[in-house]
């Protein structure tokens, strides 16, 4: 146990700008540079996907969809609610459906301008009481309960009804997010990631059997530069970021 304050060893670097981040690497020659194609509606049915057009700009060496991924299309994390890549639906505006990997990040940004996307348009529920009537909770309710309720209320010598709501919030993390995938010997990928879950990382990168996506196989090998603090949400982004590049 210590009885005194200890410095972080970070702060001086953090301070002076010399802390490197993924921003911060040098770009390798054969570097390519990916670009997301994304939803512009809050809920809709993907009628008609067309990547054509854009498959032959200028500098684009793939385009990938829902069904480049070999295995299981699934990044969600405690909840397995959400796919790496929208294949009939898309239920928020910005997610993703597409990937441009293009030689240059000008020309996978002009590729995605190719894109075709026609949608149906659905229902968009914000309210949690419609969302409850129609089944489309977030996840299922949970009763929690101790003691007997009714007897107590039967002793009380007063009893209010009424309804209160309180406004669920979520985290809001602020920093860009990032990944740099560098393939090494061996059939091996060293990829650099803004990540606070390193562990959750490496299993949507085909680490994990159950959770298959990239298609890379191997053992982990963590080099963990510095922690982040915990945040609800910056988890998961940072390994959206590192699922792409991987």
Same mark, same amino acid.
């Given at each position: 146990?210590?009885?005194?304050?200890?410095?972080?060893?970070?702060?001086?670097?953090?301070?002076?700008?010399?802390?490197?981040?993924?921003?911060?690497?040098?770009?390798?020659?054969?570097?390519?540079?990916?670009?997301?194609?994304?939803?512009?509606?809050?809920?809709?049915?993907?009628?008609?996907?067309?990547?054509?057009? !854009?498959?032959?700009?200028?500098?684009?060496?793939?385009?990938?969809?829902?069904?480049?991924?070999?295995?299981?299309?699934?990044?969600?994390?405690?909840?397995?609610?959400?796919?790496?890549? !929208?294949?009939?639906?898309?239920?928020?505006?910005?997610?993703?459906?597409?990937?441009?990997?293009?030689?240059?990040?000008?020309?996978?940004?002009?590729?995605?301008? $190719?894109?075709?996307?026609?949608?149906?348009?659905?229902?968009?529920?914000?309210?949690?009481?419609?969302?409850?009537?129609?089944?489309?909770?977030?996840?299922?309710?949970?009763?929690?309960? $101790?003691?007997?309720?009714?007897?107590?209320?039967?002793?009380?010598?007063?009893?209010?009804?009424?309804?209160?709501?309180?406004?669920?919030?979520?985290?809001?993390?602020?920093?860009?997010?990032?990944?740099?995938?560098?393939?090494?010997?061996?059939?091996?990928?060293?990829?650099?990631?803004?990540?606070?879950?390193?562990?959750?990382?490496?299993?949507?990168?085909?680490?994990?059997?159950?959770?298959?996506?990239?298609?890379?196989?191997?053992?982990?090998?963590?080099?963990?530069?510095?922690?982040?603090?915990?945040?609800?949400?910056?988890?998961?982004?940072?390994?959206?970021?590192?699922?792409?590049?991987?």
């Amino acid at each position: 146990m210590t009885t005194h304050s200890l410095a972080n060893i970070e702060a001086a670097a953090h301070v002076s700008g010399k802390s490197t981040y993924v921003d911060d690497l040098p770009v390798m020659e054969g570097t390519l540079w990916v670009k997301v194609f994304d939803a512009r509606v809050a809920h809709g049915h993907i009628r008609r996907l067309d990547i054509t057009a !854009a498959a032959q700009m200028d500098g684009v060496v793939k385009i990938f969809t829902h069904h480049d991924i070999p295995g299981e299309n699934q990044i969600g994390g405690i909840i397995p609610d959400e796919p790496l890549l !929208a294949a009939e639906e898309v239920h928020f505006q910005g997610q993703p459906i597409a990937l441009v990997a293009a030689e240059t990040e000008e020309q996978a940004a002009a590729a995605l301008e $190719k894109i075709v996307v026609e949608m149906d348009p659905l229902p968009v529920i914000t309210d949690p009481r419609e969302a409850f009537r129609n089944g489309q909770l977030l996840s299922a309710s949970r009763t929690f309960s $101790k003691g007997d309720t009714a007897t107590a209320f039967a002793s009380c010598a007063h009893v209010f009804e009424g309804q209160a709501e309180s406004g669920g919030q979520e985290h809001l993390y602020l920093e860009t997010q990032g990944a740099y995938a560098v393939p090494t010997e061996h059939d091996s990928v060293r990829i650099f990631s803004s990540t606070q879950g390193h562990c959750g990382a490496g299993a949507w990168c085909k680490y994990e059997p159950r959770r298959s996506r990239c298609g890379t196989t191997g053992r982990r090998i963590w080099r963990q530069r510095r922690p982040g603090v915990f945040l609800g949400g910056i988890r998961s982004a940072g390994s959206l970021c590192t699922e792409k590049a991987g």
